[in-house]
C-alpha cells in the first residue's frame, strides 16, 4: 500500500507491506482484523511489483528517505 501526506516540510509518500496468515483461511480469502503493516521504502514495493508499476512521484517524497 503507498499513501501520501502534506507536512510541515513538503509532500511525502509513505509504503507499507501487509502481511497476513492465511493457513487457517480453506476457500476464500478474508480480510482479518490482525492484519500486520510493516512500513517499507517505495522502492521495495516497487521491486516486488517486477515493473508493474512505477511509482517515480512517490520514490522522490519516499518518507524514508527524510
Known amino acids: 500500500m503507498v499513501t501520501k501526506t502534506v507536512t510541515v ?3 511525502r509518500a509513505f ?5 497476513q496468515k492465511l493457513s487457517d483461511v480453506p476457500l476464500e480469502f478474508a480480510v482479518p482484523h ?9 522502492q521495495e514495493i516497487e ?10 512521484w512517490c520514490k522522490v517524497h519516499d ?3 527524510f
Open 47 to 56: 521491486d516486488l511489483l517486477f515493473g508493474l508499476a512505477t511509482f517515480g
Open 34 to 42: 490482525n492484519w500486520e503493516s510493516y512500513q517499507v521504502t517505495i
Open 15 to 19: 509504503g507499507f507491506l501487509l502481511h
Open 63 to 65: 518518507a524514508m528517505n
Open 9 to 11: 516540510d513538503g509532500p
